[in-house]
């Protein structure tokens, strides 16, 4: 127990405090927090590192007793004796994807309210690249990353973070079946209702566009889309891959439309792998004098903010980006304060979002889509 301070006053009994007028006053310690608060002083731990495994009346009450006895935090202290920096590491693949924007908002959410900040970084989906950033954040001592895995990422990464201590939370993707720490969207129903919903507008020739790498968003995105189709005894081989960019999108289109000595079997619906590619297709048809939703169903996935504005809207697959986001800077900042505790996977619903780009079919483009579509990988 801490041992009392001088309360003697002049005149009275108590031998006068040896210190010197106006020296520095005592400071107050974790432990006397901890018991005018009522609680241990691991738990006065946590509340000062911003721990979310404090419940909300335990940590105002710590906080009320730091006021009542005027304890001042000395975080630079901590951070030395802790070896924390409050800062964590954000890698994301393509950091001009409005989806990742959106996540990092979720992130950014989580972590001011905490008093963490992030170091965000773009991978390109280049492993090399992707290593090189996560070296570099290890030399500033960040307490731990988000890493949604870049393209070809070997499961050893993980291996070596071990090794390193540092925690890690995989998002939207992960490298490895091993139970880790890891949040996303369920891709594979959310592809499979949304084939649905084309069949069940009187699609049977459906095309699954977009994608030119091979992780576990882009297998279970696909995985739905073949299950749909399976189901109702359709053709599944009508996929297209190219790169994940408005522009790619676009010239797509320009690419299928130029076929002219195809005539049979075109799709009369594009099932884009995420809106950027969808809405790329769009513009593409559009510069075609063609409309989605009139000449050919066009849906998206992901439901970025520009999908309910654009010429006709699109129909896509809404997978809460920014919630995704925050789940997962909760996840690592219970990993932070709980190194050994069990691993957790949290894997939101998506949601099916009607518009008008997914319209009824038409042959109006007559053959003009099926040249190439008769192979699975067209890169």
């Not at 210190?19 to 901890?34: F, H, I, N, R």
């Not at 884009?272 to 050919?296: F, Q």
Request: glycine letters at 8%; a neutral charge.
């Amino acid at each position: 127990m801490a041992k009392p301070r001088d309360s003697s006053k002049p005149g009275s009994s108590k031998p006068a405090s040896s210190k010197p007028a106006g020296s520095k006053p005592e400071s107050v310690t974790l432990t006397e927090v901890a018991g005018h608060a009522g609680v241990s002083r691991s738990t006065v731990s946590l509340v000062l590192r911003g721990s979310p495994l404090v419940a909300a009346e335990t940590r105002e009450r710590v906080q009320a007793a730091m006021v009542a006895l005027g304890y001042i935090y000395n975080r630079g202290a901590a951070n030395l004796r802790a070896a924390r920096t409050h800062t964590v590491g954000l890698l994301v693949c393509e950091l001009n994807n409005p989806f990742y924007a959106e996540l990092t908002a979720g992130v950014d959410d989580v972590l001011d309210t905490e008093g963490f900040v992030a170091f965000i970084a773009n991978t390109a989906e280049q492993p090399e690249r992707q290593d090189r950033f996560l070296q570099r954040m290890r030399e500033h001592n960040v307490d731990g990353v988000i890493l949604c895995p870049a393209a070809g990422t070997q499961a050893e990464l993980l291996d070596r973070l071990d090794r390193w201590r540092l925690p890690c939370v995989q998002a939207l993707r992960f490298v490895s079946d091993q139970e880790r720490d890891y949040a996303g969207v369920d891709y594979q129903a959310g592809m499979e209702t949304v084939t649905e919903h084309l069949i069940s507008l009187g699609h049977r020739r459906i095309a699954f566009v977009g994608g030119t790498l091979d992780h576990s968003a882009y297998a279970a995105r696909h995985a739905g889309f073949t299950a749909a189709m399976r189901r109702h005894g359709l053709a599944d081989d009508l996929v297209l891959r190219c790169p994940l960019t408005r522009r790619s999108g676009a010239e797509m289109a320009d690419h299928l439309l130029n076929r002219p000595q195809a005539r049979t079997a075109a799709p009369t619906a594009a099932l884009c792998y995420n809106d950027v590619v969808a809405l790329g297709l769009m513009l593409g048809l559009e510069a075609r004098g063609l409309r989605a939703g009139r000449d050919l169903a066009v849906t998206g996935f992901d439901d970025v903010p520009e999908a309910a504005l654009s010429r006709p809207a699109l129909t896509t697959v809404a997978t809460s980006a920014r919630q995704i986001g925050q789940e997962a800077a909760r996840l690592l900042l219970r990993r932070i304060a709980d190194p050994q505790g069990p691993p957790e996977r949290i894997i939101l619903p998506s949601r099916l979002v009607v518009r008008q780009s997914c319209g009824a079919p038409s042959d109006s483009l007559g053959g003009a889509l099926s040249p190439i579509l008769h192979h699975r990988d067209l890169s």
